[in-house]
């Protein structure tokens, strides 16, 4: 029987988090009935929750490192949203 540290099985709960909010996400998208909608909509909220509580986990731990963006980074992602939002409100 393999032992798993708790590096490990942080890092797999993670990406189930990461797997079921996408999956939700569709789910959200493609449902008409609003009362499905607001409940996935409800359990995604969750799910964002949860996996942020185990992301500020791992990082307090030192297992997932990040790197900072630069500003320039910033500036080109905020340039490109707002590039998309302006097509959408077209």
Known sequence: ?????DKEITNVLLDEHKLTASSLTNL???SSNQYLRNDVTNILTRTFQHQKQIFD???????Y????????DIS????QLGGIQSGLSM
Do not use: C, I, R, Y
Request: charge should be positive; aromatic fraction near 8%.
């Open 76 to 79: 080109k992602a905020q340039q």
């Open 57 to 63: 986990l791992m990082a307090q731990k030192g297992w």
């Open 65 to 72: 490192q990040v790197q900072n963006a630069s500003q320039q």
């Open 28 to 30: 959200v998208l493609e």
């Open 1 to 5: 029987m393999a032992n798993f540290t």
